[in-house]
């Protein structure tokens, strides 16, 4: 996709929206105790797909339209690799794609065991460490998930380092 073609796109959805929200001005005026219509339905979801798939990513045209209200407030950044990405515009938003795409192929995850026997799947590279009171874990920046303790019995608290984990 160019950023001509993307510029394009993100007038038209501006405009679209500039005019359903007269619409749910004018429904308020007629029927001032009801809720407003919600401006979601089919049509809008399969051109939300068809733009992320243009850009090659996922899940991320539907947020950019609604979440930062088409790139205008403070959530208009995605944090992709400890790289802030600003996403306001069509320049920076297939800039933030293409970054996207070169990770999107192979990403890791990593794996460790902590003393207690818990075992955890964390986004970010885990290190060792003890706590205050103790407790003897693996920890990292940003999430992790709690897996069922059977998982990976290869995966010891012994270990030197995590397991990593390559996605593709």
């Known amino acids: 996709m160019t950023e001509e073609t993307l510029n394009l796109i993100i007038e038209g959805v501006k405009k679209q929206l500039r005019h359903e929200e007269k619409c749910i001005e004018a429904i308020k005026m007629i029927f001032p105790e009801s809720y407003p219509p919600v401006p979601s339905n089919p049509l809008w979801q399969a051109f939300e797909t068809a733009v992320d798939a243009a850009l090659g990513v ?3 045209f539907d947020w950019w339209i609604w979440e930062t209200d088409c790139g205008t407030n403070e ?3 995605i944090w992709l ?3 802030c990405y600003p996403v306001t515009n069509a320049k920076e938003i297939l800039a ?6 070169k990770i999107e192929g192979a990403r890791s995850m990593w794996t460790a065991r902590d003393e207690d026997r818990t075992l955890g799947l964390y986004f970010n590279k885990p290190e060792k460490q003890e706590d205050d009171d103790g407790e003897k874990r693996w920890a990292a920046a940003g999430c992790s998930i709690q897996l069922p303790p059977d998982f990976y ?3 010891k608290w012994e270990d030197e ?5 390559i996605l593709k």
């Open 58 to 60: 996922e899940d991320f």
């Open 96 to 101: 933030y794609a293409e970054a996207e795409r």
């Open 81 to 83: 690799d400890k790289v």
């Open 161 to 165: 380092e995590p397991r990593e984990l």
């Open 75 to 77: 959530r208009a950044r």
């Open 153 to 155: 019995p290869e995966v």
